[in-house]
């Protein structure tokens, strides 16, 4: 594993921790951070997360941790020995839903293929 690698992983977990046990932001309770990417020179990071809710709650608790963003990437630079801690960019990821999307067209096109079985 090269270096942003490792490094990206630990900022996923610390960052997890940040969200999930330090920040007490009511907004923030349904937040999931699903990855981390670095640059490769290290000083920046984006930071992907999941909300369980709906459109509003996506939006309100993005700009909740767009808020907190210098309070949390200060906390890193405490739990981290990392000579400059990236800037954080939170980004909603959507992989989840774009799964679910597919999984709900596939289960559409299933009836359909069971009768072309049939038919042979």
């Known amino acids: ?15 997890a921790q940040i969200v999930g046990y330090e920040l007490e932001d009511p907004r923030l309770t349904l937040v999931t951070v699903t990855e981390v990417r670095v640059s490769d020179d290290l000083r920046d990071a984006s930071v992907y ?14 700009r909740a941790l767009q808020h907190a963003a210098p309070y949390v990437r ?24 774009k799964a679910e999307r597919v999984d709900s067209i596939l289960r559409k096109i299933e ?4 009768r072309i079985k049939d038919a042979e």
């Open 49 to 62: 997360v999941t909300v369980s809710g709906d459109e509003e709650e996506h939006k309100v608790a993005l």
């Open 1 to 15: 594993m090269h270096r942003p690698e490792r490094i990206a992983e630990t900022l996923r977990e610390e960052i």
């Open 74 to 97: 200060k906390q890193l630079g405490f739990a981290l020995n990392l000579r400059h801690t990236p800037a954080l960019h939170f980004v909603r990821d959507t992989v989840e839903e």
């Open 111 to 114: 009836p359909g293929t069971e």
